[in-house]
């Protein structure tokens, strides 16, 4: 079937809007993550989502980010009141539990203006 | 903190030529990936090896790890210009948390045709 999908491709906002990023895993993946990378940088884990299991959100930056997944399918990562270095791509992969290997979408690109 | 983290940050090389990328990590893992992205998107999974194995392939990938000394290389052999791309190694947490995965900041690989 399909890859794992995110919406939107590009965001541009201001400073201190809220902007909401979406994320399609793949169907029966039940492990999803969302990772944040600065311009010509690694990848910096935000959040780990498995099943019904309490998600892992040690890598969240800051009380302005937030994620949920509903229905353990699709996920939304919120950032509230945004700051300039939120300016980032925002990517988002899906693993089947019994499997290390990470899919990704092709990520977001926040721009904050 | 993060685990994973490559040498050299960037590397030129000729088409035809080998392409060595070195990850060092800190703590004891339970696997080791390797990821390439291309134009600072998605990533994709190249190979995986096991803390109990010395040595992969895949194709021309070849790679390698020595677990006394934390580190793991990526070897290209007979490279060509569609292998210029950012390659990225990832580590699970810990021995105990392998649902957790950190990356490096990554090797920025340039074969020239």
């Known amino acids: 079937g399909a890859g794992v999908s995110q919406s939107p491709s590009n965001k541009v906002t201001e400073k201190g809007k809220d902007v909401e990023l979406r994320c399609d895993p793949i169907?029966?993946?039940?492990?999803l993550y969302w990772y944040r990378q600065s311009l010509g940088q690694g990848l910096e884990f935000l959040i780990y989502?498995?099943?019904?299991?309490?998600?892992?959100k040690s890598g969240l930056p800051s009380d302005r980010f937030s994620a949920e997944r509903t229905g353990g399918s699709v996920s939304t990562l919120t950032i509230q009141r945004t700051q300039q270095e939120d300016s980032a791509v925002y990517l988002c992969?899906?693993?089947?539990?019994?499997?290390?290997?990470?899919?990704f979408g092709p990520g977001t690109r926040l721009t904050v203006l | 903190s993060q685990q994973g983290e490559e040498d050299p940050q960037a590397l030129s090389i000729q088409e035809g030529e080998n392409a060595t990328m070195n990850c060092s990590y800190k703590t004891s893992i339970n696997n080791l990936q390797w990821y390439r992205q291309n134009s600072g998107r998605g990533l994709v999974h190249l190979i995986l090896?096991?803390?109990?194995?010395r040595e992969k392939h895949s194709g021309r990938l070849r790679v390698t790890l020595d677990t006394s000394k934390k580190s793991s290389s990526l070897l290209i052999t007979a490279s060509r210009a569609a292998d210029t791309a950012s390659y990225f190694c990832?580590?699970?947490?810990?021995?105990?948390?392998?649902?957790?995965?950190?990356f490096g900041s990554g090797t920025k690989l340039n074969v020239k045709p």
């Open positions: 989502f498995q099943g019904n299991s309490a998600p892992d």
């Open positions: 992969a899906s693993r089947y539990v019994s499997y290390n290997e990470q899919f």
């Open positions: 169907s029966g993946h039940t492990a």
């Open positions: 990832a580590t699970d947490a810990s021995l105990y948390n392998f649902n957790k995965f950190y």
């Open positions: 090896i096991r803390s109990n194995e």
